[in-house]
């Protein structure tokens, strides 16, 4: 079946641009979430959904990062106004929610690159 | 809080040899470990994970790790090299602090070479 897709891939953009990066979970994954990866690091976690609902947001780095999940299926994360350290791949991955289940399916990810 | 320690960023073994990453962790509770593999341009694909039980798993690809709470590690091992094991690989934890649906905290990750 289908995992996790990532658009776009690759997003350049001018510093002070606002992004906007989308992430289609597995079908019937409950639980979203989003991380960001510096280059050379590992995954850093930035917020969580069940659902649509934002259970957790504690790593988002400021409050120029935005993220949704209106429907319990598509995210879309935001990035206003973007720094040259919000250079980064952004990644998104979506679980079965419940008991028993914590593998995380990660998607490709969306490389950005700010200038 | 949560920490997650790979020792060497980097590690060099040869074809056919055995493959050992380091990773420990710090968890305030019983953890969840996970390793994770990455290739160039790719997402992360998981090797194997521990969550309750038998404290040697079994991956995919020949992998293994053994969970020694003792140690507090989860050193990932593979008998034999190969080619295509070349990639970055990520130990991570859970400590289900939020009801089995947590955010991972990863290692900053081993680049395994392989040399022919």
């Known amino acids: 079946g289908a995992g996790v897709s990532q658009s776009p891939r690759y997003k350049v953009a001018k510093r002070g641009q606002d992004v906007a990066l989308r992430c289609d979970p597995i079908?019937?994954?409950?639980?979203l979430f989003w991380y960001q990866q510096a280059l050379g690091q590992g995954p850093e976690f930035l917020t969580y959904f069940q659902n649509e609902a934002q259970l957790d947001k504690s790593g988002l780095p400021s409050d120029r990062f935005f993220a949704e999940r209106p429907e319990g299926s598509v995210s879309t994360l935001k990035i206003q106004r973007t720094q040259q350290e919000d250079s980064a791949v952004y990644l998104c991955?979506?679980?079965?929610?419940?008991?028993?289940?914590?593998?995380?399916?990660f998607g490709p990810g969306t490389r950005l690159t700010v200038t | 809080a949560q920490s997650v320690t790979q020792l060497g960023s980097h590690v060099s073994v040869s074809e056919g040899a055995l493959v050992l990453l380091r990773c420990n962790y710090s968890s305030s509770v019983p953890p969840y470990l996970f390793w994770y593999v990455q290739y160039p341009n790719q997402g992360l694909q998981l090797l194997l994970k521990?969550?309750?039980?038998?404290?040697l798993v079994k991956g995919i690809n020949g992998f293994e790790a053994e969970f020694k709470k003792s140690e507090t590690s989860f050193h990932l091992t593979k008998p034999s090299a190969h080619m295509s094991d070349a990639a970055e690989y990520f130990c991570a934890v859970s400590d289900l602090s939020g009801g089995g649906a947590d955010g991972l905290t990863f290692g900053k990750g081993t680049h395994l070479i392989i040399q022919p």
């Open positions: 079908s019937g994954h409950v639980s």
């Open positions: 521990y969550t309750t039980g038998a404290t």
């Open positions: 991955a979506s679980s079965l929610a419940g008991q028993g289940s914590y593998e995380q399916y």
